[in-house]
T-cell receptor, first 114, second 108 residues
Framework: NAGVTQTPKFRILKIGQSMTLQCTQDMNHNYMYWYRQDPGMGLKLIYYSVGAGITDKGEVPNGYNVSRSTTEDFPLRLELAAPSQTSVYFC?????????????FGSGTQLSVL | GQSLEQPSEVTAVEGAIVQINCTYQTSGFYGLSWYQQHDGGAPTFLSYNGLDGLEETGRFSSFLSRSDSYGYLLLQELQMKDSASYFCAAPSVGKFQFGAGTQVVVTP
């Protein structure tokens, strides 16, 4: 199994550009998450989804959008990129989301907005 | 909402024991998880406490006290490869929120 796959691994954007970070998982997990991690900091929840067609905001949703049309895929869209969005982005999934199931993380996307 | 507090850094020598504390304020608390993250890598799951008490997994143990809103991760027989950041995390209605992380530095 591949687990959680994120693409791209690195990206440089200019201010005002848009892009989509791709995330797919092959574990048939219902719960999927997007986090951002600034240098030396913890993980901040951007958006999460409890199943196909259902998404909700986390702690820091401004400037981002998500969709969940299938169980496998959970893309994160950045519109009008800003320097404050320079960060490492992690996608994760879990089976139940109640804590008894562990989070499986993708390898991350390092994004720089210049 | 939730908040999870943990120390920013702990330094210890190889072979020593390190305890990383995590205090939390949360609604709808289910349990406490611990994750390890090496520089440049993704977080990986270490342990979960859904009930009060101690959970042991090899050299690592985790403890939870719901009455004190407190947990800890115990790293025994420290090895150089244990140098990493360690995060406590708490799920709440499908979401997982993380503490700011504790950087563990292991010296020879």
């Amino acid at each position: 199994n591949a687990g959680v796959t994120q693409t791209p691994k690195f990206r440089i954007l200019k201010i005002g550009q848009s892009m989509t970070l791709q995330c797919t998982q092959d574990m048939n997990h219902n719960y999927m998450y997007w986090y951002r991690q600034d240098p030396g900091m913890g993980l901040k929840l951007i958006y999460y989804s409890v199943g196909a067609g259902i998404t909700d905001k986390g702690e820091v949703p401004n400037g981002y959008n998500v969709s969940r049309s299938t169980t496998e895929d959970f893309p994160l869209r950045l519109e009008l990129a800003a320097p404050s969005q320079t960060s490492v982005y992690f996608c994760a999934s879990s089976g139940r989301g109640q804590g008894g199931e562990k989070l499986f993380f993708g390898s991350g996307t390092q994004l720089s907005v210049l | 909402g939730q908040s999870l507090e943990q120390p920013s850094e702990v330094t210890a020598v190889e072979g020593a024991i390190v305890q990383i504390n995590c205090t939390y304020q949360t609604s709808g608390f289910y349990g406490l998880s611990w994750y390890q993250q090496h520089d440049g890598g993704a977080p990986t799951f270490l342990s979960y406490n859904g009930l009060d008490g101690l959970e042991e997994t090899g050299r690592f143990s985790s403890f939870l006290s719901r009455s004190d809103s407190y947990g800890y991760l115990l790293l025994q027989e420290l090895q150089m490869k244990d140098s990493a950041s360690y995060f406590c995390a708490a799920p709440s209605v499908g979401k997982f929120q993380f503490g700011a992380g504790t950087q563990v530095v292991v010296t020879p």
